[in-house]
């Protein structure tokens, strides 16, 4: 008997680990990818003998990605290489002093002693709760797919959660263990992450700074993009087939059922299992037609909280930077106000923007001719939704930021560069395909988690699924890869593989 057939929309993370887990369980698996490479956001370019990561920096919990090879049949460590970043990432905040968050649990507490006696005996407090916030909630949560809210009321569960003090903010979570602003803010700064501020995103997401100090921060070996070539290398090594520089234009569907989709190009592919990980809105508005939408309607998308947007500089420099971690941001004091624009990134900040800077030459050197390094620079913007006019603002503000690297090492910069490349907030829409540019998807306040948030399977259209960042567990490569465990379960459930 043939094998059911899956179309796949992108060979993003979460299409290609969706593409292996199904071609694993015994699907017919076909990925359409409108770039000539895999990767969506995460698909990286080379210019001027430099290579650069675009999309995310920051690989956590290798075991997700072992689990996923594992059950595959295969072995992650011949696909990708990862090597461990040191310390995790330093933070230098408005008034010059540094914190560096690392594994080493005792540096690190050497650290918090020489801030104030008491700070190492309440983190070991907060991490010994996380020990058992992983047990309760990761795999019940993150890791599973997600169920209705009335699912979610189970007694013991609540209870459980309750002990947690969820309703409590990242920042508030944090305060209450340690009275100290800078260090609240410093293990906050994951919710950069998922877009949000650490006084806005809820407390459910210090689970991720714990899991950072647990299982570390790591880099793929020949950056993000050999580890989208390995996902892909892994995806046909098991049947898949990747057909590349191939856009879908549009699902299609008979008697309100998926029964394919329609390339550019206006071959028609026929299956009835779609799955799509273009970016969310831009699938609403350019992949699905008014009436395949379901719910999901212009004034329902208009209504949902999406994140911020980036302002990327993308460095060729012909020197290194030896002292520089690898990861390194700047906190400016204007990230303690909880009024616009600084809490949601709604305006332009010309005045103190903290900022992000990765240095990947000095652990991973092939990224740059001999002597000479990449850097690259990320600052929170508004979305398209806002109006900044980048024809106006893009030169100046690149120069403005190029003028404030010294905050974090780099006052030299200007005279080095030799190879440059800028993303704004419209590079991130309209070469990216990605919805108002909001590069980290949808928010994640507790309106838009687990149950609230757009469902894998489109209960209104029986064969449509989505895998991504917009979907239960939400934004980064860690939960879009557990994203891709559960496309697998509901196709399962709902398309069973078929035996002679």
């Not at 503000?397 to 974090?408: M, P």
Request: charged share 20%; glycine share 8%.
């Amino acid at each position: 008997m043939a094998k059911q057939t899956v179309l796949i929309i992108g060979a993003g993370p979460g299409g290609l680990a969706t593409a292996m887990r199904l071609a694993k369980t015994g699907y017919d698996v076909h990925i359409y990818e409108a770039e000539a490479v895999p990767g969506g956001r995460m698909r990286g370019f080379s210019k001027d003998g430099y290579h650069f990561d675009t999309g995310p920096s920051i690989l956590q919990v290798p075991r997700v990605y072992e689990e996923l090879f594992s059950f595959c049949g295969l072995r992650f460590d011949d696909y990708v290489t990862l090597l461990r970043v040191d310390p995790n990432t330093r933070l230098k905040f408005w008034d010059k002093s540094i914190i560096d968050l690392t594994s080493d649990l005792d540096a690190f507490k050497t650290q918090l002693a020489a801030r104030r006696a008491d700070l190492p005996e309440r983190f070991d407090a907060w991490y010994s709760e996380h020990i058992r916030k992983n047990d309760a909630g990761y795999a019940p949560y993150l890791g599973t797919p997600v169920r209705s809210i009335l699912g979610y009321l189970n007694p013991r569960e609540i209870i459980t959660a309750l002990t947690f003090r969820p309703w409590e903010s990242l920042y508030d979570h944090y305060f209450n263990y340690f009275q100290d602003e800078q260090l609240c803010y410093a293990m906050a700064y994951p919710s950069k992450y998922l877009g949000m501020h650490p006084k806005k995103s809820a407390s459910v997401f210090s689970l991720v700074s714990w899991l950072e100090f647990n299982d570390g921060i790591w880099h793929p070996k020949g950056g993000f993009t050999a580890l989208s070539r390995g996902l892909a290398k892994a995806a046909t090594d098991l049947g898949v087939s990747i057909h590349y520089n191939t856009p879908v234009a549009r699902v299609l569907t008979s008697q309100n059922r998926v029964r394919g989709i329609r390339l550019e190009n206006g071959t028609e592919v026929s299956a009835e299992i779609v799955v799509t990980n273009a970016d969310f809105g831009y699938a609403l508005n350019h992949i699905l037609t008014p009436e395949q939408r379901g719910p999901y309607t212009n004034r329902k998308l208009d209504s949902m909280r999406f994140s911020c947007s980036t302002f990327m500089l993308y460095l060729g420099v012909n020197k290194t930077y030896p002292d520089a971690p690898h990861h390194q941001l700047y906190l400016s004091e204007h990230i303690r106000s909880t009024e616009p624009p600084y809490v949601d990134d709604s305006a332009l900040d010309t005045t103190d923007p903290s900022f992000y800077v990765c240095n990947p030459t000095m652990l991973d050197p092939g990224n740059a001719p001999d002597g000479h390094s990449t850097i690259f620079v990320l600052v929170p913007i508004p979305n398209t939704s806002h109006g900044v006019d980048w024809n106006e603002h893009k030169q100046a503000y690149r120069d403005y930021i190029i003028s404030r690297l010294h905050e974090l090492g780099y006052g030299d910069i200007s005279d080095h560069i030799v190879s440059e490349t800028c993303y704004v907030a419209d590079t991130w829409q309209n070469e990216f395909r990605t919805h108002i540019g909001a590069v980290f998807n949808l928010g994640h306040d507790w309106g838009q988690l687990g149950p609230l948030r757009p469902h894998i399977r489109a209960d209104w259209l029986p064969g449509l699924y989505f895998v991504g960042g917009a979907v239960h567990p939400g934004s980064g490569l860690l939960t879009i890869l557990e994203s891709a465990k559960s496309s697998v379960h509901f196709i399962s459930q709902d398309h069973a593989v078929t035996t002679a």
